[in-house]
């Protein structure tokens, strides 16, 4: 038997409703609330271990069936802004025997795979509510819902983004989450796939692209903006209208012909935290991003959010106690998260100085080489 029988998962999003599959599999009763009632978003990529961590939630080949495999093969990969060219392959990734395939997949059709895993496994889903007030006791967590019902659980896991509002109940005196520099937009493209995928950057800014089986060319940018402060969307578009039109490879000519004033782009300023260790207090803890969230700089925030689920699961089968899962959770996740946040914060403050893109290499391949290690 597991050291609880029952835990409540606030938020339905990468860790909540993969901590749901990895709990259910190890006969916990899981409940999620997720107050989006459609998923949204654009594209995500797991690699190395992240991956791997699809294959322990028995999801992986479906992932890998809806997305698009090796995507990662090409992710750091720089290129002319001018010609196109190759300018570097990369940072260099590690191997190890049984690897599976990277995969890119789009946000809200990977989110439809996890949350048809949970279900069938007895997770009670529910959208469009969240809950009213939690009180945590020495016997379980009694929380009543927005929608009125009331229930008690052994655990409550707090998976409610960066700006989790239980985080603040939590810790009041936590760290804020903190701006990067940096703004965030991202594009699905209509269209078929355009050659020579990759990374290309010019004086206005940074942007990649790979093209997604849905029909769709996934775009994310990178645009320099010091000082934090309210971006309109019409603004976001000429931020990006502008990126586009500094560069004349070919391939964005090509992405910049698609661009339309109907086109839907995302724009978010990068925001990071990192909750000091512990992450949890009585029966609640927190996961995902509303304990480490970074920036995409090295696109493994969807990945660390996949390793929490899975060695949440481990850590709640095999302790005696939940104090104990708690201990073991912390000890194996705390430094690997850490090293994503600090890496991805260097990467964009490497950006900001335009230092040579071989200080940039040079790091993530420092990076990767550590998170290839088993998590």
Not at 16 to 28: D, W
Not at 158 to 176: C, M, Q, T, V
């Amino acid at each position: 038997m597991t050291c609880i029988a029952t835990a409540l998962i606030v938020g339905g999003s990468i860790a909540g409703m993969n901590t749901a599959i990895a709990l259910a599999q190890k006969g916990v009763r899981v409940d999620v609330v997720e107050l989006a009632e459609v998923p949204l978003g654009a594209s995500l990529a797991f690699s190395g271990r992240a991956a791997e961590a699809l294959v322990e939630l028995g999801i992986y080949d479906e992932v890998h069936a809806t997305g698009r495999p090796s995507e990662g093969s090409t992710a750091g990969s720089n290129r002319n802004a001018t010609t196109g060219e190759m300018v570097n392959p990369g940072p260099q990734r590690p191997t190890w025997p049984g690897a599976v395939d990277a995969v890119g997949v789009y946000r809200p059709a990977f989110l439809e795979v996890a949350q048809k895993e949970a279900e069938r496994l007895g997770v009670r889903v529910r959208k469009g509510l969240s809950y009213e007030t939690f009180v945590d006791g020495p016997d379980g967590v009694d929380v009543t819902f927005t929608d009125g019902e009331t229930s008690r659980y052994d655990l409550m896991i707090a998976a409610d983004g960066i700006n989790s509002k239980i985080r603040e109940i939590l810790f009041p005196d936590a760290p804020k989450p903190q701006y990067s520099g940096q703004l965030s937009i991202r594009w699905m493209a209509p269209g078929p796939q355009v050659q020579d995928e990759g990374w290309y950057a010019s004086e206005v800014g940074r942007l990649g692209f790979y093209y997604l089986p849905q029909g769709m060319v996934y775009i994310p940018a990178v645009i320099n903006i010091p000082e934090t402060r309210w971006i309109s969307d019409e603004e976001v578009r000429s931020l990006f209208t502008a990126l586009l039109d500094s560069m004349s490879a070919p391939a964005i000519r090509e992405l910049r012909s698609r661009l339309t004033d109907t086109s839907e782009l995302i724009g978010r300023p990068f925001y990071w935290i990192l909750l000091p260790g512990p992450w949890h207090k009585g029966r609640v803890l927190l996961i995902g991003d509303a304990a480490h969230a970074t920036s995409a700089h090295m696109g493994m925030g969807g990945g660390m959010a996949l390793e929490d689920a899975v060695v949440l699961g481990q850590s709640i089968a095999a302790a005696a106690t939940l104090p104990e899962a708690f201990d073991m959770f912390m000890k194996r996740r705390f430094e690997r998260v850490k090293l994503v946040v600090e890496t991805s914060n260097r990467l964009g403050q490497l950006e900001q100085q335009h230092a040579p893109q071989s200080e940039n290499v040079a790091l993530l391949t420092k990076a990767f080489g550590t998170l290839g290690e088993p998590y």
